[in-house]
């Protein structure tokens, strides 16, 4: 993807005492065409590009136009000529070589300079360099030939390119894990916020008086739910339906105790042996009881429905609460819609699954999850 040491080669004197290496040439057009197109990436690596810029297809047709005049010389001698003692001698289109390299690098750094803010600064200021360092020591050893100048400025320029790359992608590494790890966190703090934990406390206290065995089964139900929430912190793996279910199941047992006959629950599973990421369904079940279904004075029921498709998988949690305007979710930046946001982007990361929303005031609100047969979703 760099400038190759052949820009040594380009700027030599005319007679040299060994056979020269036809390799060698053909290698700096592979180069200029592999450098051409990794620049061109770098370029545009943070938008999206609908077709590719004049640079890439200006630079690739000069290097090959310049590989296809070297293949032809070797019959027809345009760029050298080797004599009866095996010297090598310069042709009289010779100059071609090094007019194509100083026109792709032109090309190149042109396009670099343009687009700079497209990529970091470091690796801008790199890829400048390797473009740039070899060029001028070569020039410089056609003034002063014996040592290989542009060989050792290349090896400096590569050096140099690889520890920023190395860097870039350290720091990209520890940017992800950060955000993946804050993700975490913020769902768990959806989930488990300190107004249903009091409410919990202060329920399971009431019924330590009046119904003790009662306490004990909240009690059981209640910690099955605080871990599968803490559990979800320690692993991004995926998990099965059927252990959702039962960390849902224990929040409604937890919530059936508060608020009884209010909260009623249906079922209409098809298949449940399938992959899902795990607190998929919980926030949203959380956010339907809380802000749905116990809005209204008489309560309400929640379904939870799941149906396979021939490529995928489709869950809905359906309810018949209060319903709400769907231009809310999207602009509501509170702490009622994290667990949601969360939920939508673990979908697509983890299993390449999407969720909709749709509700309607005084009716009620559906969100559909479809997760993909062929992606992490199947066992």
Known sequence: MLITSAYTLIYIPTLIDEEPNFMTFLMTDMILMVTTVYINYRTNLKKEIKRKSWYIYAG???AAIDMSCLFLSLYTHWYYVIDELNVYHRSYMSFMTPLCTAFVLAVNLINLIRHRRNMPLQIFGSLCICLILPTVCAIYQYFNYGISYANIALVIALINLFVTVMAEQGK???KETKQSDQMAIDLLLSQIGPHFIYNTL????????TDPQKAEETVDQFSVYLRGNIDSLKTNNLISFDQEM?????YFAVEKTRFGDQLNTAYDIEESDFLLPALTLQPIVENAVKHGICAREEGGTLTIKEHTEKDAYVIQVKDDGVGFDPDQLQNDAGKIHVGMDNVRERLQMLCNGTMTVSSEK???TAVTIIIPKKGDGQK
């Not at 202060?202 to 008086?209: D, E, F, Q, R």
């Open 60 to 62: 690739l047709i000069a």
């Open 172 to 174: 990209n590494l520890a």
């Open 202 to 209: 202060g329920t399971i206290k009431h019924l330590c008086h």
């Open 246 to 250: 039962k960390h849902i199941n224990a």
């Open 362 to 364: 005084g009716k009620g």
